[in-house]
């Protein structure tokens, strides 16, 4: 079975607080991706990586940066957490890069959901 | 027009019965589809893929896709109690993966 896991299940900082959600797979999966989830407005995509060290923008970039050092594990930082910012995070992981004849399920962590008061 | 489209429900069903999910999308060039199922406060579990036109049957589940017309559906038998949850489709198009926001399905006991 795929297992994603995630540093925290809630999390509680301040605003201004530099914030590290960390997320590792154990299925050597090619990507991995950062997702927040709000009511109303689903599941909206931070960042993704295809590779470790590489990294690109998804739909709301703005606020996050991401690192992925090593293939299991990747990194989304918030540099300075604002109150928009409370929300769950998802981290999700999938085997195969784009264009390829592999699958492309991803499969999520259990989330962080994560309060910037 | 959203890019992938789920009537948000609630859809209630009695127990025993049928549930059937739908899911338009307006990228003709995608290719992969998923459908997860989300209990409150939990992640998206993956129930189902499918990639090719026609049906495809996984116990209580079958996933429909239609590329002519840009659908996809999840069709639940013998729904349980149990299966009460929120249902997100997702597609995949060219380097992104799209969510739907979900259908709340309540089964009835």
């Known amino acids: 079975d795929v297992k994603v896991t995630q540093s925290s299940r809630y999390l509680v900082k301040r605003t201004g607080e530099k914030v590290f959600l960390e997320c590792v797979q154990d299925?050597?999966?090619?990507?991995m991706f950062w997702y927040r989830q709000d009511p109303g407005l689903g599941l909206r995509l931070i960042y993704f990586?295809?590779?470790?060290?590489?990294?690109e923008k998804g739909d709301i970039p703005e606020g996050y940066s991401v690192s992925r050092e090593k293939k299991e594990r990747f990194s989304l930082i918030l540099e300075s957490a604002s109150t928009n910012q409370t929300s769950m995070y998802l981290c999700a992981s999938s085997l195969s890069s784009w264009g390829g004849t592999g699958t492309y399920e991803q499969y999520f962590g259990p989330g962080t959901r994560l309060t910037v008061t | 027009q959203k890019e992938v489209e789920q009537n948000s429900g609630p859809l209630s069903v009695p127990e025993g019965a049928i549930a059937s999910l739908n899911c338009t999308y307006s990228d003709r060039g995608s290719q992969s589809f998923f459908w997860y199922r989300q209990y409150s406060g939990k992640s998206p579990e993956l129930i189902m893929f499918i990639y090719s036109n026609g049906d495809k049957e996984d116990g209580r589940f079958t996933a429909q896709l239609n590329k002519a017309s840009q659908y996809v559906s999840l069709l639940i038998r013998d729904s349980q109690p149990s299966d009460s949850a929120t249902y997100l489709c997702?597609?995949?198009?060219?380097?992104?993966?799209?969510f739907g926001t979900g259908t709340r399905l309540k089964v009835l006991a």
């Open positions: 990586s295809y590779d470790v060290k590489m990294k």
């Open positions: 997702a597609v995949m198009g060219a380097y992104k993966y799209i």
């Open positions: 299925m050597d999966h090619e990507n």
